[in-house]
């Protein structure tokens, strides 16, 4: 693997609860980014970092937030989770700004009941 | 509004034939595009890229085109094999500031099934 891992890989969770999502990279890559997939969407950014404590929002950061207090760790949580957020969250890694190309983990698939 | 757009969710070839994926985009300002792809319970992976002072760039089997004038990208398998059977997405980007890029752009990808 690339150095990238999300965990866990599959998780089931009810209405309300709060879920956290973890990333984790043995690349030292500055930035970290959280997308998820939909069918009929593609994928759309939920939020990404540019350094430790460094946080911005994506296009679809509603009901989302973040956490990086350690370069290689890049947390996603869902405070009250609801079904629309059922999705597959991919975490990507990038060395800066300039794009040769993400390297994403294998997702994560949540299912909200 | 989609600012990159796929629309051919699906397309199925022949072992050996050419595989012609393609993707608009609307924002001018886009100058950098990427073509992912992505296997089921996998990430995406990078395929290729290319930059809009090109119109054209290879890879192997795998070549991207460019037309800026049209706002459209292709992307070019060949020859196709069932190995290649994916999702394949396309992704755009801005130059934003000294050289710096902004977030990548997907569209909703488009599932080729390369068949024996």
């Known amino acids: 693997d690339a150095g990238i891992t999300q965990s866990p890989r599959h998780k089931v969770t009810e209405t309300g609860t709060p879920v956290t999502l973890r990333c984790h990279q043995t690349?030292?890559?500055?930035?970290m980014y959280w997308y998820r997939q939909d069918p009929g969407h593609g994928l759309r950014l939920i939020h990404y970092?540019?350094?430790?404590?460094?946080?911005d929002k994506g296009e679809v950061s509603d009901g989302y937030s973040v956490s990086r207090s350690k370069t290689e760790d890049f947390l996603l949580t869902l405070e009250s989770a609801t079904s629309s957020q059922t999705s597959v969250y991919f975490c990507?890694?990038?060395?800066?700004?300039?794009?040769?190309?993400?390297?994403f983990g294998s997702g994560t698939r949540l299912t909200v009941v | 509004d989609q600012q990159v757009k796929q629309n051919s969710p699906s397309l199925s070839v022949q072992e050996g034939r050419i595989s012609i994926l393609n993707c608009d985009y609307t924002?001018?300002?886009?100058?950098?595009f990427l073509w992912y792809k992505k296997y089921p319970a996998e990430g995406p992976t990078f395929l290729i890229s290319?930059?809009?002072?090109?119109d054209k760039n290879e890879d192997g089997r795998f070549t991207v085109f460019l037309n800026k004038s049209a706002k459209h990208l292709s992307l070019h398998i060949v020859p196709s094999q069932p190995g290649d059977s994916a999702v394949y997405f396309c992704?755009?980007?801005?130059?934003?500031?000294?050289?710096?890029?902004?977030?990548?752009?997907f569209g909703k990808g488009t599932k080729l099934s390369v068949k024996p």
């Open positions: 690349e030292n890559h500055r930035y």
């Open positions: 290319i930059s809009s002072i090109k």
């Open positions: 992704a755009a980007t801005a130059t934003i500031y000294g050289g710096s890029q902004g977030n990548l752009i």
């Open positions: 970092s540019y350094g430790v404590k460094d946080t």
């Open positions: 990507a890694i990038n060395p800066d700004r300039v794009n040769y190309g993400y390297t």
């Open positions: 924002n001018s300002m886009f100058d950098y």
